[in-house]
T-cell receptor, first 110, second 115 residues
Framework: EDQVTQSPEALRLQEGESSSLNCSYTVSGLRGLFWYRQDPGKGPEFLFTLYSAGEEKEKERLKATLTKKESFLHITAPKPEDSATYLCAAFYNQGGKLIFGQGTELSVKP | NAGVMQNPRHLVRRRGQEARLRCSPMKGHSHVYWYRQLPEEGLKFMVYLQKENIIDESGMPKERFSAEFPKEGPSILRIQQVVRGDSAAYFC?????????????FGDGTRLSIL
């Protein structure tokens, strides 16, 4: 069964304390991964697309990387406004449905 | 607002009633996807539609659930004879086409509560 697993489930950081979130996957016919951010009461907001091992994407304090088995979302010097749930989702060659991980709930304290 | 619009944002139904959830995709998008987020669980795919066609309904429960995306108007997710277990957040997403490299853009969901 195709599966996406994220860890940790929850992460508490102090402002400025850098860390990484993990997304591992076992998906046959995988084409790539999306990363999303979800705030409470809102829908997921698109962040990055990753296609191939070794690829990296950056946006402000966030950097996403991809290997053959997993992806990492690195957060450098986070701020309280980075607090959210971060989701990764696998997509297939033929498009269509996404397979989501459970998410990592990030809390950044000032 | 050019984003994905879902309504209502909150819906309360009693057991046995019907629930209708609506989704208007982003302008220029003709592909719609529905996902369900149960409490303490991740987003689960339900159905993928293009105008007037169901492309993939592999995630839809076999009974009581149906979806449509007519030529005109929003996509509708319909749940008949609701039960307590249907309480969840239902999200709609859209994309311009079905290509895998196009990210899906999400609405803010409908929170369905069953009394």
């Amino acid at each position: 069964e195709d599966q996406v697993t994220q860890s940790p489930e929850a992460l508490r950081l102090q402002e400025g304390e850098s860390s990484s979130l993990n997304c591992s996957y076992t998906v046959s016919g995988l084409r790539g991964l999306f990363w999303y951010r979800q705030d409470p009461g809102k829908g997921p907001e698109f962040l990055f697309t990753l296609y191939s091992a070794g690829e990296e994407k950056e946006k402000e304090r966030l950097k996403a990387t991809l290997t053959k088995k997993e992806s990492f979302l690195h957060i450098t010097a986070p701020k309280p406004e980075d607090s959210a749930t971060y989701l990764c989702a696998a997509f297939y060659n033929q498009g269509g449905k996404l397979i989501f991980g459970q998410g990592t709930e990030l809390s950044v304290k000032p | 607002n050019a984003g994905v619009m879902q309504n209502p944002r909150h819906l309360v139904r009693r057991r046995g009633q019907e629930a209708r959830l609506r989704c208007s995709p982003m302008k220029g998008h003709s592909h719609v996807y529905w996902y369900r987020q149960l409490p303490e669980e991740g987003l689960k795919f339900m159905v993928y539609l293009q105008k007037e066609n169901i492309i993939d309904e592999s995630g839809m429960p076999k009974e009581r659930f149906s979806a449509e995306f007519p030529k005109e108007g929003p996509s509708i997710l319909r749940i008949q004879q609701v039960v307590r277990g249907d309480s969840a957040a239902y999200f709609c997403a859209s994309s311009p086409d079905g290509l895998s490299n196009q990210p899906q853009h999400f609405g803010d969901g409908t929170r369905l509560s069953i009394l």
